[in-house]
C-alpha cells in the first residue's frame, strides 16, 4: 500500500515539476522576446508639450511638422525677447538647442547684440504672427513683428522671419541651421516667386 501511494505521488509531483519548468521556460522565452524588442524597435512617442494642446510625436530620428513648429517657436521667442540683463539668460537658454558647432558661432554673435542693448539701454521684443513647417525642405519659418524699445524715444517695429532646420537624432532635437531675416519667410513659394521674377527680368 504504501509503495503504491509512493509512486503515485511521486508521478504527481513530476508531472508538478514539469509545468512548473515549461512555465518558467515560457517565461524566460517572454522576457528575452520582450528585451530584444525593447533595444532594438525605434519607439514613436507620443507627449503634449506645454502651452500645446495637439499631440505631437517624436521618432528615433523624425519628429512631426507640430513639434518641429513648436521647438522652434520656443528658440524664436526665446531670442526674439532680450533685455541688456537678460541676455546671459538667454545663451545659457539655447545651449542646449543648438548643434555645439552652431551654438558656438551663435554664442558670440548673442553677446555682441547683449553688449549693444546695454549700451543703447534698448530691449527687443518680438511677437510671432505666423508659422511654417515646410516638409521637402525640412524648414521651419516663424515670422512676426519685432520691435524695438529704446531707453528714450519711440520704438521702432519691423516685420522679420526667423528660419531653422532641426534635425532630431536618438530622440534628442537639435537645430543645425538657424537664420533670421527682415521681411516673409524665404519658403520654397517664396524662392519660386522671385526665381520667376528673375528670368522675366533678365
Known amino acids: 500500500m504504501f509503495n503504491k501511494n509512493f509512486i503515485k505521488d511521486r508521478a504527481t509531483a ?6 512548473l519548468s515549461l512555465s518558467q521556460l515560457i517565461t524566460v522565452g517572454l522576457l528575452v522576446f520582450t528585451t530584444y524588442h525593447a533595444v532594438t524597435n525605434k519607439t514613436i512617442v507620443e507627449i ?8 505631437i510625436t517624436l521618432a528615433y530620428e523624425s519628429a512631426s511638422s507640430k513639434y518641429h513648429i513648436k521647438y522652434a517657436l520656443f528658440t524664436a521667442i526665446t531670442m526674439g525677447n532680450v533685455t541688456p540683463s537678460s541676455i546671459s539668460t538667454t ?3 539655447l545651449q542646449t538647442t ?3 558647432e552652431l551654438y558656438h ?3 558670440a554673435q548673442l553677446r555682441d547684440q547683449g553688449e549693444s542693448l546695454r549700451k543703447s539701454g534698448s530691449t527687443l521684443d518680438f511677437k510671432p504672427k505666423t508659422w511654417e513647417f515646410e516638409p521637402d525642405t525640412g524648414l521651419t519659418f516663424i515670422t512676426g513683428v519685432q520691435k524695438m524699445i529704446p531707453l528714450h ?3 521702432t517695429s519691423k516685420t522679420i522671419t526667423y528660419e531653422f532646420a532641426i534635425e532630431v537624432n536618438n530622440y534628442v532635437p537639435w537645430i543645425k541651421h538657424f537664420v533670421v531675416y527682415n521681411g516673409v519667410a524665404h519658403n520654397q513659394r517664396w524662392v519660386d516667386e522671385n526665381s520667376d521674377r528673375t528670368a522675366g527680368a533678365s
Do not use: C, W
Open 14 to 19: 513530476l508531472k508538478v515539476a514539469n509545468k
Open 48 to 55: 503634449i508639450p506645454p502651452y500645446l494642446d495637439e499631440r
Open 91 to 93: 545663451i545659457d537658454a
Open 98 to 100: 543648438f548643434t555645439p
Open 153 to 155: 524715444g519711440n520704438p
Open 105 to 107: 558661432s551663435l554664442k
